[in-house]
C-alpha cells in the first residue's frame, strides 16, 4: 500500500533489443527477445520496448510481430523517422511510437533527436502517426530548444536522453540531473508527458526516478547484463526495488 502523501513512482519499461543482439551473434533461434519480455513483464515489468533498426541488427520483423501478439502492458517501438518504418508502425499498431536518431555506424542511439533542426520534416511525420491513432513519443535531450521543438511539431510526449548524466563524473553528475529536471519541469508545463532512459542503471537511477515530473523509465542494457547472471525476472525485480524506493 502506498504511504499517504508518496507519489507513484515512475513504471519500468524494459528493453530487449540486447536479448536479440545475444541471438544475433550466431544467427540462432536463442536467446528469444518475446520470451524475455514475457519474463519482464511477469516480473513486474509495466512496458516493453524495441528499437527496430533499418539494418535490422538485432530485432527482427518477426520479433515485432510477435510482441505485439504477445505483450500485455505496452508495446514501444523505437523507430527512425522514415517511409519504411512509418508504414510497419502502421501496419503492426503498437501502443506507443518513440522516434529516434539512427546513424548506421553507432553502436547504439549516441544522442536526442535534433527536433529543433527538423521541425518540417518531423511535424509531418509525427501527423501521419497521430493520424493513424498512434501516440507518438521523441526521444530528446533535456534542453529547452529541444522541449519546446518538441510541443512545435505536435508531440505530446517525450523521453528525455539520460546518456550524458550516466555519462558524467564529479561535479557534472549534479549539472547533468539539474538538466534532466529543468527538462521534465518545462515538458510538464507543457502539457508534455515525460519519460526518461539511456545508460541508466542499478547504481545511478534513484536520482531520475525521484524526479516528480518523469513517469516512466526505458532501461534495457543494464538489466539484460544482469539478466545473464541471474536471469531476467530478478533483474527486473531488483531494478524496481531501486525505482521504487526513490520517492519514498
Known sequence: MERPGARRPPRLAVNVDHIATIRQARG????????????AELAGAEGIIVHLRED??????????????TVSTH???????????????SAIRPDLVTLVPERRQER?????LDVAGQRTRLTAVVSQLQRSDLPVSLFIAPEEEQVEA??????????LHTGSYAEARGEAVREALASLIRAA??????GIRVS???GLNYVNVEPVAAIPEVEELNIGHSIVA???LVGMERAVREMLTRIRGARE
Do not use: S
Request: no cysteine.
Open 28 to 39: 540462432g533461434r536463442e536467446p528469444d527477445p518475446v520470451t524475455a519480455a514475457a519474463l
Open 56 to 69: 535490422r541488427r538485432h530485432i527482427q520483423d518477426r520479433d515485432l510481430r510477435l510482441l505485439r501478439e
Open 75 to 89: 508495446l514501444n517501438l523505437e523507430m527512425a523517422a522514415t517511409e519504411e518504418m512509418v508504414r510497419i508502425a
Open 108 to 112: 547504439t542511439t549516441e544522442g536526442g
Open 150 to 159: 518538441a510541443k512545435t511539431v505536435g508531440a505530446t510526449l517525450v523521453e
Open 185 to 190: 519541469r518545462l515538458a510538464a508545463g507543457a
Open 196 to 198: 526518461a532512459g539511456h
Open 226 to 228: 544482469r539478466a545473464a
